[in-house]
């Protein structure tokens, strides 16, 4: 348990899910998503995995609040994102969501320090003059500090998926969600970005990486898999406050919340 993560009992988990389900209307109607109930608390390090068609992507876009649910809620920091207007929920995941892709998405002809600026141009939230300060600070935290001036033509795929990260975390985010992160990076360098994510765990940062490769999955503190739209953990995993509901096994109160053993602290550092 990393020092950072509140123990306080009043305060909501990052990402909660209360019956939660998607249904892609069709014809015919796809229920992508069955109803579940998940919690995330702040400073977890949660995995999803699980093959081609099982249901990630519409996972995602449920957590990442870029489609709302069909059944059932989507709490974000305590805030129930069902309720809000579309400018209220893109507000709200841009001030608290930071994504990463497989495929980066860099402006090619920018520098890194624009590529990360660029994240706090919208909004009004971080002042011109401070823009600059608060990107090379997030490059310098990713280990590029020394290549901030370079655009992601002249990086290596790592630099530009660390760049990624950089702009993700330059919002000070409450959840960092990662899609694939490693899925166009070669076997090291794929390990040197999961070091960074697990250096951010260590931080405090709330991570939820998103994956088909059980190598990469085995890299969070908590692994949830998907299957055809189901989410479960493995039921020894099972404990208050987490994943539970209909589709998961051991029922109410299941998927385990941050005290759930099987703990990054057993994988290779
Ligand atoms: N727009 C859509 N309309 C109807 N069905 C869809 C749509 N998008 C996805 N689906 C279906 O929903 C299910 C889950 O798809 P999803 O894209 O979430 O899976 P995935 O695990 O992300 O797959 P992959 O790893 O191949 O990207 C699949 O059966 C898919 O065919």
Redesign the pocket.
């Known amino acids: 348990m990393t020092e950072a993560v509140h123990e306080s009992v009043s305060e909501p988990p990052v990402l909660e899910l209360r019956g939660a389900a998607f249904t ?3 014809p015919p ?5 069955k109803p579940c109930d998940l919690r995330i608390e702040r400073g977890e390090y949660v995995t999803v995995v ?12 449920i957590a990442g609040l870029l489609d709302t649910p069909t059944a059932g809620i989507c709490l974000l920091d305590g805030h129930d994102t069902g309720a809000l207007r579309d400018s209220e929920r893109t507000a709200l995941r841009g001030r608290r969501i930071g994504f990463v892709f497989q495929s980066f998405h860099l402006l090619p002809h920018r520098s890194a320090r624009e590529n990360v600026e660029l994240a706090m141009m919208y909004g009004g939230r971080v002042r011109r003059g401070a823009r600059a300060a608060r990107a090379r600070e997030a490059l310098e935290r990713v280990g590029l500090g020394a290549r901030a001036d370079a655009p992601p033509t002249r990086l290596s795929g790592g630099e530009r998926q660390r760049v990624a990260i950089a702009r993700a975390l330059v919002a000070r985010p409450s959840l960092l969600l990662c899609d ?1 992160p490693t899925g166009s990076l070669d076997t090291a360098t794929a390990e040197s970005v999961l070091r960074l994510l697990d250096a951010l765990h260590d931080d405090g940062m709330t991570l939820v990486v ?1 994956t ?1 490769d059980p190598a990469v999955a085995a890299r969070g503190r908590r692994t949830i898999t ?1 299957r ?2 189901a989410l479960s953990e493995p039921s020894g995993l099972n404990g208050p406050g987490g994943l539970g509901g209909p589709s998961a096994p051991g029922g109410p109160g299941g998927l385990g919340g941050p005290g759930a053993p099987g703990g990054r602290n057993g994988r290779a550092a």
Not at 29 to 33: G, N, S, T
């Open positions: 892609y209307p069709g109607p796809v229920e992508a998503l699980g093959p081609s068609g099982s249901g990630k992507s519409t996972f995602l876009n694939e998103i088909h998907i055809d739209g």
